[in-house]
């Protein structure tokens, strides 16, 4: 029983914790708003020890932006549809996690600009170049 407690305590600590905009530290806020004043309605999660924001579309998560706790940028993940995900993702799901649905995609910008595709099916997100070569599964 003990090591069941140990063990959902060290997955819950890997999951995303939703945070109050107070808790937030203010260079992080700041951070965001001087990259993107137009962010509105943000709502903030504590993921993996940095700061998520996010904003906008009817389930306030189109953006996605990650920032170090001292507000270095480091990526920002863009909703789009399904189908403008590159034409070898959806092929790809489905020979290696059959049966699996892609039920939300987005498109990643990192600091460096580099462009990746992110693809989320129950269990996690999978993560593509920008060419829609398989990366990792997030």
């Known amino acids: 029983m003990f090591l069941m407690g140990i063990a959902l305590i060290a ?3 890997v999951m995303a914790q939703d945070l109050k905009n ?18 509105a309605k943000v ?10 924001a996010n904003w906008g579309g009817k389930s306030g998560e189109d953006n996605s932006v990650m920032f170090t706790p ?3 940028f480091i990526e920002i993940v863009k909703a789009i ?16 996690y059959k049966g699996a649905k892609i039920k939300e995609a ?19 997100d999978l993560i593509f170049d920008e060419k829609g070569n398989f990366i990792k599964k997030d």
């Open 11 to 13: 997955a819950s600590s």
């Open 22 to 39: 107070k808790d937030v530290p203010q260079v992080v806020k700041t951070a965001l708003m001087s990259k993107y004043p137009q962010a």
């Open 43 to 52: 709502g903030w999660e504590k993921e993996k020890g940095n700061y998520e």
């Open 70 to 72: 001292a507000g270095k």
């Open 81 to 96: 549809p399904i189908s403008s995900l590159p034409a070898t993702v959806a092929p790809y799901v489905a020979a290696h």
């Open 106 to 124: 987005g498109k990643v910008t990192d600091a460096a600009g580099k462009t990746m595709y992110e693809a989320e099916i129950k269990g996690g």
